[in-house]
């Protein structure tokens, strides 16, 4: 894959898996649009679940390239892919997980320290970590406020307490694989 592949790469792979993982919210009653139009969804979630996915799988290699270091030890394939399925379990959760939304951030502040171990173990991924547990839930506060879909079962602001932990793991997940991908991309 040439590197100029790697936005709409990444946009692509945002677009399907970040739409087909918004289902489990909207499909288990954790989220809703204001005007879905198929599967629950608005016609905007595969742009914004596109755009999410450039950035997040781009943050990493953007790092890189700005500090010439790596973000973090770079993981094989054998340990992408269970960090993928672990993000998506921890998604599914954040969903279908009968508790409350305290017990909802034990689990994926659990899951985003096990993704932390897994791939990346650096401070840099940490601070990443960190931006997307901030930069997320403030996109979806701006839409909550638009009137463009709500949380079911919110506590400030219009979002669960536990969403900052799964944009962290997103980041924690996503990030490596970032790498990975760009690695093909050169």
Not at 29 to 46: C, I, K
Not at 146 to 170: E, N, S
Request: hydrophobic share 60%; aromatic share 8%; proline share 7%.
């Amino acid at each position: 894959m040439r590197a100029r592949a790697f936005v709409p790469v990444a946009f692509a792979i945002g677009a399907v898996a970040g739409t087909a993982l918004d289902a489990l919210h909207t499909h288990s009653g954790t989220t809703a649009y204001a005007s879905p139009v198929l599967a629950r969804a608005a016609w905007w979630t595969p742009l914004l679940f596109g755009s999410a996915g450039v950035a997040v799988l781009g943050a990493y290699p953007a790092l890189e390239r700005l500090t010439g270091r790596a973000v973090a030890p770079r993981p094989s394939g054998a340990r992408i892919a269970p960090a993928l399925g672990l993000f998506a379990g921890l998604y599914a959760a954040s969903g279908f997980l009968p508790a409350s939304n305290a017990v909802k951030l034990a689990v994926l502040a659990a899951g985003a320290l096990l993704l932390f171990a897994a791939v990346a173990r650096s401070a840099r991924a940490a601070l990443l970590a960190a931006v997307a547990a901030l930069v997320g839930p403030l996109v979806e506060v701006t839409l909550i406020a638009r009137g463009a879909f709500d949380h079911m079962q919110p506590d400030l602001l219009g979002i669960p307490m536990w969403l900052p932990a799964l944009y962290a793991a997103a980041s924690l997940a996503f990030g490596p694989a970032g790498v990975a991908l760009a690695g093909r991309a050169r």
